[in-house]
């Protein structure tokens, strides 16, 4: 509290100044809640303009690390391939060069 030696000899009647300031601030954002919203607005947008001056949000250098996503035909023709052939390998999928079940056929 900034007014510690004033809030001891007034009205503290032996509370702590944690008890005190707390009571205080509460009451404070429960009868201006716009304002409260208002400056913690600002303080989360001051610190995100700081971060971004600093350069916290910049991408990162490309690394063997990054993960690359591909969403092309051919990854999906890809992934169906390997998928085909790890069925193939459980017997639950006839692929083209298999003639065992051509002859079944």
């Given at each position: 509290?900034?007014?510690i ?12 100044c ?39 949000f ?28 790890g ?18 056929m």
């Open positions: 509290c900034p007014q030696g004033f809030i001891m000899e007034s009205g503290h009647e032996g509370r702590g944690t008890s005190m300031c707390t009571k205080h601030v509460a009451k404070t954002i429960t009868h201006h809640p716009f304002k409260f919203l208002g400056i913690t607005a600002a303080v989360i947008l001051l610190i995100t303009i700081a971060g971004a001056i600093m350069g916290s910049n991408m990162s250098e490309s690394s063997n690390y990054d993960w690359v996503i591909p969403s092309g035909r051919a990854s999906e023709n890809q992934e169906s391939l390997e998928l085909a052939e069925l193939a390998t459980q017997g639950e999928v006839v692929t083209r060069g298999d003639t065992d079940s051509e002859a079944a």
